[in-house]
């Protein structure tokens, strides 16, 4: 599975969009790019993922460049309780017999203020 | 996405002796996943476990440590065996049914 960069923190006024970069100048063809965010002491939970073209779902929106080797997550109007981890995968789409372990990295840890 | 149960959710263990970790899917998966989460860290999978066969465990972790049952298609544990401080950590199931979906977690303290 491709490699991703994130920025280590970022901050975000509440009400504000926030928007989280990821690098993956590596990715593969047939590689999706999934977000995770992780909140204190919970397990990851799943926000969005996309192929090529741009995703939006009632938490986020997911824009990817023109050449996938990278990619936006938008909060749209970020609250206090988006406060969190969050982890931006590469790998090879899920379903079927096709899916298998995520590797995370690092993540951005995102600080939400009043 | 999958329901999972995750037991116990804390747990304080004396160096030496042994926790199992229990995992509970409320639909069957073919594959569950374990990972081990240390304090300030990112997740680190340990295994893969399928039903009928043995898990596949990834580099740095072997059998003898963290023995894995998957007796069943909703089912599984995860044992760490003789801990010691260094195993201080929260542990987590993972499958993907429509999705990938983690347990709550499992925070391990060692003394």
């Known amino acids: 599975d491709a490699k991703t960069t994130q920025p280590t923190s970022m901050d975000c006024a509440e009400g504000r969009a926030a928007n989280l970069p990821c690098n993956h100048s590596?990715?593969?063809?047939?590689?999706?790019v999934y977000w995770y965010r992780q909140i204190h002491s919970q397990g990851p939970q799943y926000i969005i993922h996309?192929?090529?073209n741009n995703e939006t779902n009632e938490m986020a929106s997911l824009i990817i460049t023109e050449d996938r080797k990278s990619s936006t997550l938008i909060l749209p109007h970020a609250t206090l309780r988006d406060t969190a981890v969050y982890y931006c995968?590469?790998?090879?789409?899920?379903?079927?017999?096709?899916?298998?372990?995520?590797?995370f990295g690092q993540g951005t840890i995102l600080t939400v203020h009043p | 996405s999958a329901v999972i149960s995750q037991k116990p959710s804390r747990d304080i263990c004396q160096r030496g002796t042994s926790l199992t970790i229990q995992c509970q899917v409320d639909?069957?998966?073919?594959?569950m996943f374990w990972y081990r989460q240390q304090p300030g860290q990112s997740l680190t999978l340990i295994a893969t476990?399928?039903?009928?066969?043995?898990?596949?465990?990834e580099s740095g972790f072997v059998i003898d440590k963290f023995p894995i049952s998957r007796p069943n298609l909703t089912f599984s544990t995860l044992t760490v065996s003789n801990m010691s401080p260094e195993d201080s950590s929260i542990y987590l199931c993972?499958?993907?049914?429509?999705?990938?979906?983690f347990g709550s977690g499992t925070r391990l303290t060692v003394v």
């Open positions: 993972s499958v993907y049914r429509d999705g990938y979906t």
């Open positions: 590596t990715i593969s063809g047939n590689e999706y």
């Open positions: 996309g192929l090529k």
């Open positions: 995968i590469v790998r090879v789409g899920a379903g079927g017999t096709s899916y298998g372990k995520l590797t």
């Open positions: 639909s069957q998966v073919t594959m």
């Open positions: 476990a399928n039903q009928g066969s043995e898990a596949t465990y």
